[in-house]
């Protein structure tokens, strides 16, 4: 439905952030990856 109103190129960005910051969350939360400000701006 969405991609009746975005172009493909924002679509697919917008899902890709979507799954690497899921999968980020999922990291620290279940796997006890160590969080620190350098890995939430994306330097590691």
Not at 1 to 8: C, D, I, S, T
Not at 27 to 44: K, Q, T
């Given at each position: 439905?969405?991609?009746?109103?975005?172009?493909?190129g924002?679509?697919y960005?917008?899902w890709?952030g979507?799954?690497?910051l899921?999968?980020a969350i999922l990291?620290?939360?279940?796997?006890?990856?160590?969080?620190?400000?350098?890995?939430?701006?994306?330097?590691?």
């Open positions: 439905m969405a991609m009746k109103e975005l172009p493909v924002t679509a960005a917008v890709v979507n799954g690497t899921g999968t990291a620290v939360m279940l796997l006890g990856e160590p969080i620190n400000l350098v890995r939430v701006l994306g330097y590691c």
